[in-house]
């Protein structure tokens, strides 16, 4: 994400601030741990949106004003850069579950999965919240949490040299429900409005930004 808030005087899609995070800060043994970072949360704009204002027109028409949402940023090229790629790759769905999380502990009813590159053009792709998603993320994560995490971490308060017996709380390697979560995970992405921008599109955009910060399709 781009550095500094966004002036919510501005029509349009406005990121409100550039970085955000949830965590958990109950002081014990069993949830002192987590904490979820996001890149920005993401308001369309509450004026009126010009006709020149694509992108609020297309996250107006499919969210609705005046709505917020959750903006998360991919650099996948930045993983490999001298790999040579025709185009940017398509969202993956992969991503599902991480969004749907966010989702639900911000408790926002979408969220756009932005892709950015530095030649090969930009797209975002819409998620909306589903709860019966996360209903089947929940119950791994909480079978996770409760019948492996949190007893493995207890017992190694307790016993910290035993580092064989540690080993009898390792998950499997396949939760019951990750052909489910896999399923859906395509299903969400594949039905999911998309909208590409240009090379060119992308870069007056990254230009724009150095004026006003925290307009899309710049990271």
């Not at 009126?48 to 204002?53: F, M, P």
């Not at 993320?137 to 017996?165: I, N, R, S, Y």
């Amino acid at each position: 994400g781009s550095d500094g808030a966004a002036d919510d005087s501005d029509a349009g899609a406005t990121v409100a601030v550039t970085n955000g995070a949830a965590a958990a800060d109950d002081d014990d043994a069993v949830h002192n741990n987590d904490g979820a970072a996001f890149d920005a949360p993401l308001s369309v704009g509450l004026l009126s949106v010009t006709d020149s204002d694509a992108v609020a027109q297309w996250l107006k028409q499919h969210t609705g004003m005046p709505l917020e949402g959750i903006l998360e940023i991919k650099c996948p090229n930045k993983a490999n850069p001298t790999q040579d790629q025709p185009k940017l790759p398509a969202a993956n769905d992969y991503y599902m579950p991480q969004v749907q999380l966010l989702c639900e502990v911000l408790d926002r009813e979408w969220a756009v999965l932005y892709y950015w590159s530095q030649d090969l053009g930009s797209h975002m792709t819409l998620i909306h919240r589903d709860r019966e998603y996360f209903a089947l993320l929940w119950q791994a994560m909480a079978d996770f949490w409760w019948q492996h995490f949190v007893p493995a971490k207890l017992h190694l308060q307790l016993h910290p040299a035993d580092e064989t017996g540690i080993k009898r709380f390792e998950p499997p390697k396949q939760h019951p429900y990750k052909g489910e979560i896999q399923r859906r995970s395509r299903v969400m992405i594949e039905h999911a409005p998309k909208q590409w921008f240009t090379d060119a599109e992308t870069k007056r955009a990254r230009a724009a930004e150095a004026a006003t910060p925290a307009a899309l399709p710049a990271p």
